[in-house]
């Protein structure tokens, strides 16, 4: 790959990774707790919080395939392509089986998981489920973080060669 195109792959792969990653951390630092902290019920705060994380699942799953791909032919490939796979396998992971599992929880509780007893099945299953998503979320965004940081090391390294010898630089 070029050093224009490698720079050009590169500074994709930075804007896109920063968007999902800027995305995750406001959703995780400030939609999710102002939810629990202004809603009248933790249940409408949780539906409120559900609306959102399939959105941020499945943008991040994409973000790991786009990351994955224009990794190709660069030096560091291996690393950026297996934290672009890590991103979308837990993204995935966290949408298409943890998601149905909580939701299956909800509907089987008949009643909203705070008004269970602590040591209900249901309210605990709900809680581990609940852990496992947000380690998978943890996940992609460390390995969003590795992609981002090896992504930017590879940028200071790529350059566009210009024959010196021609001052103006044309071809």
């Not at 902290?37 to 705060?45: D, G, H, I, N, W």
């Not at 799953?61 to 030096?75: E, F, K």
């Not at 390995?143 to 001052?167: H, I, K, Q």
């Amino acid at each position: 790959m070029t050093g224009a195109r490698a720079a050009g792959s590169g500074l994709a792969s930075v804007v896109v990774l920063s968007l999902w990653l800027g995305a995750a951390i406001v959703v995780t630092t400030v939609v999710a707790p102002a939810a629990f902290a202004v809603l009248p019920t933790r249940a409408l705060a949780g539906a409120l919080v559900g609306r959102v994380l399939p959105v941020l699942f499945w943008s991040g799953a994409v973000v790991g395939v786009i990351i994955a791909v224009l990794a190709r032919g660069h030096r560091a490939t291996r690393v950026r392509r297996f934290a672009g796979l890590a991103v979308t396998i837990a993204c995935l992971a966290a949408q298409l089986v943890v998601a149905p599992r909580i939701a299956r929880v909800r509907v089987d509780a008949e009643v909203t998981i705070d008004q269970l007893a602590r040591e209900d099945p249901r309210r605990i299953a709900f809680g581990r489920l609940h852990a496992v998503s947000v380690a998978l979320l943890g996940a992609a965004a460390l390995a969003g973080v590795a992609a981002l940081f090896f992504t930017v090391r590879t940028l200071g390294t790529t350059s566009v060669r210009y024959d010196m010898s021609n001052p103006l630089h044309e071809p």
